[in-house]
């Protein structure tokens, strides 16, 4: 079979929002750059950024209770709801610029303005919530948060999850309005329909089989084009790898140290969706509970209003499952696969010390669809088992690896990681995810283009004017931020539409 060569600037695998990210910022930083985007699936945003394959939250811990944490002295650790909170904001910053340049048109089509609502029941819950609450209230980023255990308030803010509940349930709510839906598929196919107005080159169905370094220090990219056949070569100065949960396989073909005792955990999941519009036009708002016992943070049961094809559609989940696929779309070898020599003991170790999310996550897998309704039936008392069916979500890999915390630790988070030289990285992990897209992909940009940080400076402050600031310690910079991107993006009061 005849073969390709090519070379360009920066090669981008995989058309998820990661990656349509991090073009849309090298456009705007280096518009001469050539970039070329690989994708193996027929269209951007198929996979991990596809709008059912993810809860759509613009997390920004506004509701998500596994985000905050009690000390053991009883105090509410708030560090990293701050933190998540703050690349939210960098992220509305980054989507207002490109509103406003007219450079992606339509913020409705991908962000709505939805409450951010938290559900506990019970003493010891209550205790917790009220608690977050204080400690949340007083910082500058979650004003406007309100705490309630009034039942006729709870009607008001949630009519569909209230009815027909016990007169005697003890109940506690926190509320907030500037929380939003935001979805991603349709940002991800929006972006990418941008760069390739802006000359990127955008290859679908094109199957990443390999990477190695040439011995001039570039990267040699192997690429299978499914519609021909034909084998690609493509080479470039600097690679990032943005496959999902396809990131992990594509890093260990790199050979790089620092892809060395990395393993990696699939989980995936389920929603229930409601099938009866009546229903779904009671409910306007994301509720999280709290996360059963064993539970991964990204199962929190959560009862969320979503905006999917510009219709208003309301979903429950996410159930866990397992399956060894590292994608929806791939192998069942995947697990198998990714174990080398180098993260065996990484990989056994975490066998070991996660026993409680094994069990939890089997116990998940034999779940009826009637065990579902039962748990759907804690958040709405009167659901009815014929108004809701079941969408499979996506895959998560959840990144293993040896820490301070011990060996073979499991995270939740997302990172980066990248070559020593910075010509190549890969983003793995999930949680919060899509979310904090922009402040990740300045990461990337920090790590692995350091040499034009200096000059690439002005431009980032006019992309993102809180660049290298604190918005909590900067309360009028995060006002004034805060008001200018909810009227660009539509989601001041006054621009607020209902579908």
């Not at 985007?37 to 811990?61: D, I, M, Q, R, Y």
Request: aromatic share 8%; proline share 5%.
């Amino acid at each position: 079979m005849s073969s390709i060569r090519k070379k360009t600037d920066v090669i981008l695998i995989g058309a998820g929002v990661m990656s349509a990210t991090l073009g849309a910022m090298l456009k705007e930083l280096a518009p001469e750059w050539e970039i070329k985007v690989f994708e193996k699936l027929a269209k951007a945003g198929e996979e991990s950024s596809n709008e059912w394959n993810n809860a759509g939250t613009g997390h920004s811990a506004l509701c998500e209770l596994n985000y905050t944490t009690e000390k053991p002295d009883g105090s509410i650790d708030i560090g990293k709801a701050i933190n998540i909170n703050e690349q939210f904001q960098v992220s509305r910053q980054f989507w207002s610029y490109l509103v406003d340049r007219n450079l992606i048109r339509q913020p409705q089509d991908f962000i709505m303005p939805i409450p951010h609502m938290s559900l506990v029941q019970g003493e010891k819950d209550i205790a917790f919530l009220k608690k977050r609450f204080k400690a949340l209230s007083q910082n500058p980023l979650f004003q406007g948060m309100e705490y309630s255990e009034d039942r006729e308030q709870l009607k008001e803010w949630m009519p569909l999850i209230m009815e027909g509940r016990p007169a005697n349930e003890r109940l506690a709510a926190t509320k907030i309005d500037s929380g939003t839906d935001v979805n991603f598929g349709a940002l991800t196919r929006i972006l990418f329909d941008h760069l390739q107005s802006k000359n990127v080159e955008l290859h679908y169905k094109h199957s990443v089989k390999d990477l190695k370094r040439t011995s001039d220090g570039l990267w040699e990219v192997k690429v299978h084009n499914m519609a021909s056949g034909i084998t690609e070569y493509h080479t470039s100065k600097f690679v990032f790898i943005g496959g999902g949960g396809g990131s992990l396989p594509l890093l260990q073909k790199t050979g790089i140290p620092e892809s060395k005792q990395i393993g990696g955990f699939p989980v995936s999941g389920l929603f229930l969706v409601c099938s009866n519009q009546e229903v779904v036009e009671q409910h306007h708002a994301k509720v999280y509970g709290k996360a059963k016992l064993g539970a991964p943070p990204m199962s929190v049961p959560h009862l969320d209003t979503r905006y999917i094809n510009n219709k208003k559609s309301l979903l429950f989940g996410p159930f866990a499952g397992f399956s060894p696929k590292f994608l929806k779309t791939g192998s069942n070898l995947d697990l198998i696969g990714s174990v080398k020599p180098n993260n065996l003991f990484t990989m056994l170790a975490a066998g070991v010390k996660e026993m409680g999310l094994t069990k939890y996550l089997i116990q998940q897998v034999l779940l009826s669809n009637e065990k579902r309704m039962e748990e759907l039936r804690e958040f709405i008392p009167n659901a009815k088992s014929g108004d809701w069916h079941v969408v499979v979500a996506g895959q998560r890999v959840q990144v293993i690896k040896d820490t301070d915390a011990g060996k073979g630790t499991l995270q939740f988070g997302t990172e980066v990681v990248s070559a020593a030289d910075g010509s190549i990285a890969a983003l793995l992990g999930a949680s919060p995810g899509a979310s904090t897209a922009v402040q990740v992909m300045l990461e990337v940009l920090d790590q692995c283009f350091p040499e034009h940080m200096g000059e690439w400076e002005p431009k980032i402050k006019e992309m993102i004017p809180s660049y290298g600031m604190s918005l909590t310690d900067n309360p009028a910079l995060f006002q004034e931020v805060f008001a200018s991107t909810a009227e660009s993006l539509g989601l001041s009061k006054k621009k607020l539409v209902l579908i």
